[in-house]
């Protein structure tokens, strides 16, 4: 099998394996009990908390432990928003946001009166750091923009958004999670950055919101006084400790990875326009993660194309959500202004440190074949 799915998710590091094991069976104490078990508990979550802090040039009470990246979206942008409602009920987001994001905008709207602005993008996926301006008014509290789409890789100007929320006092939150432990990242530039550890080779069901000092933040759940009151709920202290350290590693690959995984990237992107020269890249190729390539191919079907790859032994994804049995377009391509038929023919191949020149060959030796088969299939 070859894995090309990385934005979706990666395997756990055998490292943080190795760390998480002991939290799996000897020390299995709850970490909010006062005997020496749960003290063992306890003390595994607080080293976590400084190790990651670390990481991130923050402190370790700004950091808060979820249960993974979509819990930690909605905290920030819902919990943010309702923090800040007695100064103004308007946030400002972005069309091609994940849903973690934009359905939590979309409830604040529905259900609790907050109006939401929808920034679009230009062709390559990216905001204008003007339009962000533009959108601004006294009642605006919050700017939610992610740092890297996790269908195409683009990236977006973090730092002038940045620049443009702190002078105008308005509350910055990034979705990082398929940026962190691929490209640098500044918690300076932001109120408020979200995490998911299995993204960056750590374990499911666990995550983290870093929250600037002094900020209010509204917990979603109510049931106990974990993580300074800010998210109740027994921590996950194998699943922390797992990814403090798969974030070390990563962080410590990262340099090296970068222009590894680019040159995997690009020779593929090199096969496939061999193959089908129709074929078209999407995202900026500028402004992009290393790791992520996304490409649709005119005339093929999107769905019999994700079929015939994982025949040929090649994991990849689509990037659209599939409801009731049909495949629907990708609404962050529609938003780059991709038609929908091309948008419903797009695959998106995404890297990680166990890809191998000899995979990335070997893909592109089995895609004329693929092609051909759908090509005779569509005649």
């Keep these: ?32 009990s006062i005997h020496a078990a749960g003290r063992e508990a306890r003390a595994a979550i607080d080293d976590a908390r400084d190790r990651l802090a670390r990481l991130l040039g923050a402190k370790p009470h700004e950091i808060i432990f979820t249960g993974g990246g979509t819990e930690a ?14 100064r103004g009920r308007h946030v400002i987001s972005c069309t091609t946001e994940h849903h973690a994001v934009l359905h939590a ?20 996926g990216r905001v204008r750091p003007q339009d962000v301006a533009d959108a601004i008014t006294p009642e605006t509290t919050l700017v939610s923009i992610m740092t890297a ?30 940026s962190f432990g691929k490209e640098p990242l500044d918690t300076r530039e932001f109120d408020a950055l979200s995490l ?32 300074n009151e800010r998210r109740p709920g027994t921590e996950n202290t194998a699943a922390i400790v797992g990814m403090t350290r798969a974030a070390e590693l990563a962080l410590a690959t990262m340099e090296s990875e970068r222009p590894r995984q680019a040159a995997l990237r690009d020779q593929l992107w090199d096969g496939i326009r061999e193959a089908l020269p129709t074929a078209v890249r999407n995202g900026d190729p500028e402004h992009c993660l290393a790791n992520t390539l996304n490409v649709s191919f005119p005339g093929l079907d999107g769905e019999g194309l994700l079929i015939n790859l994982d ?24 938003a780059m202004g991709v038609a929908p038929e091309l948008a419903r023919s797009t695959v998106r191949f995404s890297l990680g440190k166990e890809n191998t020149t000899n995979e990335i060959t070997t893909t592109i030796a089995r895609l004329p074949a693929i092609f051909s088969r759908l090509q005779t299939a569509t005649a």
């Design 105 to 124: 905008c979309e409830h604040l709207q529905k259900k609790e009166g907050f109006r939401i602005t929808w920034l679009p993008v230009d062709a390559g």
């Design 73 to 86: 979206d909605n905290l920030a942008v819902i919990g943010l928003a309702r923090a800040q409602a007695s």
């Design 149 to 178: 789409n996790n269908e195409t890789g683009t990236t977006q100007p973090i730092r002038e958004i940045s620049a443009i929320c702190r002078e105008r006092g308005v509350l910055l939150h990034s979705d990082a999670i398929q």
């Design 196 to 227: 998911a550890a299995h993204k960056f080779y750590g374990p499911k069901g666990a995550g983290a919101l870093y929250l600037r000092t002094g900020l209010s933040i509204e917990r979603l759940q109510h049931g106990g006084s974990h993580e």
């Design 311 to 334: 025949l040929a032994g090649i994991c990849a994804s689509s990037g659209s959500a599939c409801m009731v049995g049909s495949i629907m377009p990708s609404h962050v391509l529609l």
């Design 1 to 32: 099998m070859i894995y090309l799915d990385y934005n979706a998710t990666t395997p756990l590091a055998p490292e943080a394996l190795a760390e998480m094991r002991p939290y799996l069976e000897r020390h299995f104490g709850n970490p909010s």
